[in-house]
């Protein structure tokens, strides 16, 4: 049976020069995304579908103040390995680190959502952007697919969004975890497909050119008290 994806739209998460980079920030602290070059002509694919469609596209990126005040790594209190012995933020307003590869580079009418945690609602209005939008289901691709990829997913479901992973389009630091990531994303939080899937599952074009959505950047939301 055939699935006509309703109300789609792309997510595009970190696609960020820091994690890609081959003299990336990413790769100078020993860690390296695993096929990640090969995801990024997928993940173009599929965003000038979307574009050629008119169907809404957001990207995500790490953001920190610079002062690096909202980064975990300064927290007190007990960290996650990828953050012990880190306490530089690096992706700060200027840093090159902060930069998508040129290749994915936003459009105008792309919409990116800057974060400081792994999944792409937490402080943000992703949310509610999606919901003016129309959106229903959501095509989520990119790095990492055990980490931020899989942390943007579940907060997706839990919204009441339909969720299509897309396999060929993401990326992470290990196959063993990658795949685990996206056996546990298929088992309980949506579908998981090749990027073939996702464009039969677009439907016929329609012809349209182009987004009309207003080119805006998000900044994480203050939290008080």
């Known amino acids: ?25 990413y790769a100078r602290m020993g860690r390296r995304v695993s096929g990640g070059s090969a995801v990024v002509p997928v993940v173009l694919r599929l965003l000038n579908e979307f574009r050629d469609r008119g169907l809404p596209r957001y990207f995500t990126a790490f953001r920190y103040q610079p002062d690096g005040s909202d980064y975990p790594g300064r927290r007190p209190g007990i960290l996650p390995r990828a953050y012990v012995g880190r306490d530089d933020p690096v992706f700060t307003p200027t840093s090159p680190a902060t930069a998508m590869v040129p290749e994915l580079a936003p459009q105008e009418g792309e919409e990116v959502v800057y974060k400081h945690r792994y999944s792409g609602f937490f402080g943000t209005d992703l949310g509610a952007r999606l919901e003016r939008s129309g959106v229903r289901t959501l095509v989520t691709t990119g790095i990492l697919s055990h980490v931020c990829v899989s942390a943007t997913a579940v907060d997706a479901f839990s919204r009441g969004l339909s ?35 996702v464009l039969q599952g677009l439907g016929p074009p329609s012809g349209r050119k182009g987004g009309d959505l207003p080119a805006r950047a998000s900044e994480p939301v203050a939290r008080t008290g």
């Open 163 to 197: 969720v299509v992973v897309v396999r060929d389009a993401t990326a992470g630091t290990d196959p063993v975890l990658h795949e685990a990531a996206l056996r546990n994303l298929a088992d309980t939080v949506g579908v998981v497909w090749g990027h073939e899937e």
């Open 1 to 25: 049976m055939r699935v006509v994806l309703d109300h789609p739209a792309l997510l595009v998460v970190d696609m960020q020069q820091g994690f890609l980079a081959e003299d990336g920030a």
